[in-house]
């Protein structure tokens, strides 16, 4: 996990904190998916590194974010290489939209530009 660089709520009453890697810090698998509990497909995509025939799965992950004043997510399938947005009209609504996209089948799945594949970081 990074370290705080600055302490805490930092100047002016801001939330945002620069933090620094530390050395020899390495990423670890989520064990603990309680609270991901309700929304178990999407917990699913975040953490399995399995795929159900047993073949490794790279985890896929979600960018949470506001463009033009709505509040937008992209999920990003790693291991395939597409990518699926989710436009919400509130935050509280998100994890049960994402859900919804991945039970349903309904998410409109588009190939990432520049991305290979199961390879992190994209294609040379």
Request: net charge neutral; glycine share 14%; charged share 30%.
């Amino acid at each position: 996990m990074p370290r705080e660089t600055n302490g805490g709520k930092g100047k002016a009453g801001s939330w945002l904190r620069k933090r620094v890697r530390e050395e020899g810090a390495e990423e670890t698998a989520v064990t603990d998916v309680a609270d991901l509990a309700v929304v178990p497909a999407l917990a699913e995509f975040l953490v399995s590194a399995r795929w159900p025939d047993g073949s490794r799965r790279q985890p896929g992950s979600v960018t949470i974010f506001v463009d033009q004043g709505k509040l937008k997510a992209v999920m990003n399938d790693r291991d395939q290489g597409y990518v699926c947005f989710v436009t919400v009209g509130a935050l509280q609504g998100l994890w049960e939209a994402l859900e919804s996209v991945l039970v349903d089948g309904d998410g409109d799945w588009r190939r990432s530009p520049g991305r290979s594949p199961g390879k992190r970081g994209g294609a040379p």
